[in-house]
């Protein structure tokens, strides 16, 4: 029973702190045709200097690893944006009053909101090919976000957020 409970503790843990990813890419891209890769000089990420650094250092890592190389003179620019905001906290209280009697009723009821808003963020990565300047593929992430996480937590998540955002590239061709 207590090895029930403790899985249920850890899914619970993992389940709020997920990672959700939506993809959208252009069908008639050849994705062998991408090599190379360069960042925009321009990006207006929205990151601080150093989550901006950590989250691309682990880009360089991943896209590296999939066979992509770091050019001045890319096949590929990619674009980074994200967004941080809070959202209203999951958990309310209900205060109802009601009264009946004599063929009459009614009723109040209002829920009030209980703990601290959850802050989230979601980051875009657009590839856009160099030579045509058209968008070829889109990720966005959402997820949880914690302003006073320590360095190596912050460089944790931002790895397991490319991990997960880059697992889907290239798309595979459905036949």
Known sequence: MKYLLALMVV???????AIRVNYDYDEETDF???TTYHYYAD?????SELDLKR????MDIALQTKGLLFSEEPDMWINIKSNTFRTQPN???GVGVGGTGRS????????IPVGQANLQREIQFDFVDAKKNMLFWQASSSSSFKENALPIERERMLKELVDKVLAKYPPKRKI
């Open 32 to 34: 062998s045709a991408y």
């Open 55 to 58: 989250l691309l250092g682990a």
């Open 91 to 93: 958990n309310t209280v």
């Open 104 to 111: 009459v009723g009614g009723g109040v009821s209002i829920g």
């Open 11 to 17: 899914l619970l843990m993992v389940s709020c702190n």
């Open 43 to 47: 990006m207006e990420t929205g990151l």
